[in-house]
Every structure is written in C-alpha cells, then in structure tokens.
C-alpha cells in the first residue's frame, strides 16, 4: 500500500531560482535563507519519497487567461520545464508517475471534485524552484513528481475548506493505491507577499507565524479563513497559502513538526518553510 509518510511546505519565489540558477546561493542577501535549506537538503537524502504530489500554482505561464483550471493534475510520463519569458530554467524534466497520477485523478473526481487531466503540462517555478530548494542541482531529479496544479491566480479561487477538503481526499486516495510506495505531499507558495500596486513590498511575518501554527494545530479552523483576510494581511498573492492546506489536509488529523524556517525579506517576499510528518496513531 501507498503511504503518504511527510508533508512539505516552501516559498517558490522566482528570483531563487535565478539565484541557483545564476551560482549567487553565497552572496551576502542570499546565503542566511538558503542556509535556511540546509537541515531540508540533509533530511531529504534520508527520507527521499518514491513520488512527491507537489501542489503549486502555474503563473500563466502554460496556463492563462484563455485556459485556468481549478484544480488540474498531471498524469504524463514526463514534464518539460516552461519558458517563463526569460527561458526555462536550466534544471532536468520532471518524470511523472502516470499509474499513480491515474488513480489519484479517477479517485478525486468519483470523489466528486471536478478536476482537470493533463496529459501534456509544463511547470513553471512554483514547481521547479522547490525542487531545487530540496534537492540542488542534481543532473536528474531523484524523485517522481505527479503536479497539482491550483487557481490561486484569477477570480474566482478555490475556498481554503475546498483546499483542505481535497487534501484529505488525496490521503484517501493515496492509502488505496495497490503499490508500496512512500509518497510525499509537497504545498508551495507564499508567504505574505504583494508584487504590485500601492502595497508592493508589503510583508508581515507575524501574521504567516500565526500561520504556520494554526496550519500545525488547527487546520480546521484555519480553513475558514477568508481570502479577503489573506489579501488584507498577506498582500494579494498570500492567497497562494491556500495550498499549504492541501498539503497539511493530506497528513490527517496530527502531525509531528520536524523543521521549521521563516526568513525575509528573499525578493520581497517572506519565505516560509515546513517539514510535517504524520503522528502515528496511539
């Protein structure tokens, strides 16, 4: 049987990327949050998943105004990386693991979540640059990757009760895989952050403490949180945490707090970061 056995949670800022990308992991602005990374990049080669479900936003970079799914899972053998305007970044394809990925999405809709089934994809940075805050720069990326694709883009969003509640369905799913697979959730994007208008720039570490709290101890309040709070105290892409609940809803009712990372500003963003595994019942 499949088991989901941790969950993890990071910032995908773009301009991280372009730091790994561009060898600047040890100038002065960059080197206190990708130290940050460190104790993850250690744990991981102890604790590296058959598959990794990793939950991000595209931004509109293979999606867009003509095309944005809900919820959108990819079930292909592969995944190109996508061309963000600048090139794609120069990190491996993602293999995918389609059997897997199949009953995840067959699951989720006689689950009754209207989902999206992409059988072509390419992933952007809120994929790519979590992957390379985990595992560096590896000429092939040491797990299989099915992405989940969420709106957190265009009007209107998924509600955070709709996040956790398809989270819980994906644990579900999951334990019902005839394979024995260990299986990662991964929740991508965030924190508070705000990339235009009158409050660009603005963060507010308290709050994304709080945050990170109550996704641990108390996902089911945190799910009534209304995207209008997150706007008003998060900026307008801290809604992007939204999918952090996806993830946590995936673990079950308890989890155990493995590491915890805050660190600003990384591009105008506050980068947060969470390794969870699930408390084994009594």
């Known amino acids: 049987m499949a088991k989901i056995t941790a969950g993890i949670a990071t910032s995908h800022v773009p301009a991280v990327g ?13 080197k206190p949050m990708f130290e940050g990374y460190e104790f993850s990049k250690n744990w991981i080669k102890t604790n590296n998943p058959d598959v ?13 105004m003509e095309i944005m799914p809900t919820f959108a899972v990819g079930v292909a053998e592969s995944f190109e990386i996508c061309d963000e305007g600048y090139g794609p970044r120069p990190v491996p ?11 995840l999405a067959a699951s989720l809709i006689l689950d009754d979540f209207d989902l999206t089934v992409l059988n072509v994809l390419e992933v952007d940075h809120g ?16 797990t299989k990757v099915i992405p989940l694709a969420v709106n957190v883009v265009m009007y209107p969003q998924p509600s955070g009760e709709r996040c956790l509640s398809i989270g819980k369905a994906i644990g579900r799913a999951v334990a019902e895989f005839d394979e024995d697979l260990n299986v990662q959730i991964w929740g991508t994007g965030g924190m508070s952050h705000q990339i235009q208008g009158a409050r660009a720039g603005l963060i507010n570490l308290p709050w994304d403490q709080k945050f990170m709290d109550d996704l641990i101890n108390e996902p089911e309040v945190l ?13 307008s ?22 590491y915890r ?12 970061h969470l390794i969870l595994t699930p408390k084994e019942a009594a």
């Open 237 to 258: 892409e801290g809604v992007e945490l939204i999918m952090w609940l996806i993830m946590r809803g995936a673990l079950g009712d308890k989890v155990d707090e493995v």
């Open 52 to 64: 990794a479900i990793i939950v991000y936003n595209d931004h509109a970079s293979y999606f867009g």
């Open 18 to 30: 372009a730091a790994i990308d561009m060898g600047r992991t040890e100038e002065d602005y960059w």
């Open 261 to 272: 990372f805050n660190h600003v500003p990384a591009s105008n963003t506050s980068v947060g």
């Open 223 to 235: 799910q009534y949180k209304p995207h209008l709070e997150y706007m008003r105290e998060a900026g």
């Open 93 to 103: 394809p993602v293999e995918g693991a389609p059997e897997l990925a199949t009953h």
């Open 127 to 142: 994929l790519t640059v979590p992957m390379s805050l985990m595992f560096g720069t590896p000429d092939k990326w040491p």
